[in-house]
């Protein structure tokens, strides 16, 4: 079964139909609704696009997705048809729902607070905890995992908590590493590649057609992001893309008790990381985590691009954005290639974690010191993202 639904990619193409034909809808219907949709170049410092640019492009991406999914549903075999239903797909969209609905609310408004995003992002972990059997039972490491197993209430409560933490965490890491052209559809895809090949070497095929599904509506929106974006993907389509993400690496390391817990962290692993060191980096100066800034590795290489660019007189190829969407996306790919080469092994996969945090920090540190130098101020906002 695996092998017909690889061999056997047109089965993929309504979801990209769709998701392209919704995209090229709203791109050419631009001036319709820019005054609301729009990302305005001016309406912040550091942006990195000169013309609004609709930033709703998670509807293209959900449209894609569900037409996708709808039509491999009605055309599966009963076999597959019974798998997909074991994923409980009714419970997974009550948890997607409210956070692409909260995402697209702050694309057109963008005054929703933190408070409330967390809140909704917590509660949609929450709702597939509850309705998918969405959960994690283990972290991987086996002192920790015995102990919280030999006290009942730990027992109890862990699995919830740390699922609503992952979930949560996951579709907010996927959002701030949207900040260039075609860099959030790039990760994605690599991830959701991943993803689909570890679950059909384990023979996952619903969880394979989800990852596939996901694919191609990412691939259709991402033709009008990458490498000039006429659309945005918006935090509702970031927090589509990281919730996709995370139930589906969830469930795959819940399913298949040998794949590590290790293998769902190292194929995150960048997101995490760029979260959790611009946390602590603006801790450091006395920020609030939430605080926005520029400072994110795309964020300094697109920096480091234009400084470039304007020293020497000599354009960079793609532009500035593109060009650092594409070098960030190459070192993000790292990581995640190689976990899909050994996802039961745990000890290799904490070595592929700790060494990409090692090269992650020499990136940001070796990117900040040109771009940085002459700078007073230590802080500005990022182009779309904090």
């Known amino acids: 079964m695996i092998e017909s639904l690889l061999s056997n990619f047109s089965m993929l193409l309504p979801g990209f139909g769709v998701a392209v034909a919704v995209a090229w809808t709203l791109v050419h219907t631009r001036d319709l609704h820019v005054h609301l949709t729009g990302d305005h170049p001016d309406s912040g410092p550091q942006k990195l696009h000169t013309v609004a640019t609709p930033r709703v492009g998670g509807l293209a991406v959900m449209s894609g997705l569900l037409a996708g999914l709808i039509w491999l549903y009605f055309t599966a075999v009963p076999p597959l048809r019974s798998q997909l239903d074991g994923l409980h797909p009714v419970g997974l969209l009550a948890g997607l729902l409210p956070l692409f609905v ?99 070497r384990f023979d996952e095929a619903a969880l394979v057609l989800l990852a596939l599904s996901g694919m191609a509506a990412t691939a259709g929106f991402a033709v009008f992001n990458f490498p000039r974006a006429r659309l945005f993907c918006g935090d509702g389509g970031a927090y589509l893309l990281g919730y996709l993400v995370a139930v589906i690496v969830i469930l795959l390391v819940l399913r298949q008790p040998t794949i590590s817990p290790w293998f769902a962290l190292a194929v995150v692993i960048h997101p995490v990381t760029e979260t959790l060191y611009s946390a602590w980096r603006r801790f450091r100066l006395g920020l609030s985590p939430t605080h926005p800034d520029a400072r994110h590795m795309h964020s300094l290489w697109a920096g480091l691009l234009q400084r470039r660019s304007e020293e020497t007189g000599v354009p960079i190829w793609l532009g500035p954005n593109a060009a650092a969407s594409w070098r960030t996306w190459a070192v993000a790919s790292l990581p995640v290639l190689l976990a899909g080469t050994c996802p039961t092994q745990a000890m290799a996969l904490q070595v592929i974690c700790a060494i990409y945090v090692a090269l992650f920090i020499l990136t940001v540190r070796t990117l900040e010191r040109p771009v940085f130098r002459q700078v007073s101020v230590p802080y500005f906002s990022d182009d779309r993202k904090s």
């Open 102 to 200: 909260l995402g697209l609310l702050e694309d057109i408004w963008q005054t929703v607070s933190v408070r409330l995003r967390l809140a909704v992002s917590l509660a949609s972990g929450a709702l597939a905890y509850g309705m998918a059997g969405l959960r994690v039972v283990g972290l991987g490491l086996p002192g920790i995992d015995a102990f919280i197993q030999s006290q009942p209430l730990l027992a109890l409560l862990f699995p919830m908590f740390f699922t609503l933490v992952a979930v949560a965490g996951l579709v907010h890491a996927m959002n701030i590493v949207d900040g260039l052209n075609g860099l959030l559809a790039g990760i994605t895809l690599v991830i959701l590649g991943v993803l689909a090949t570890v679950a059909a």
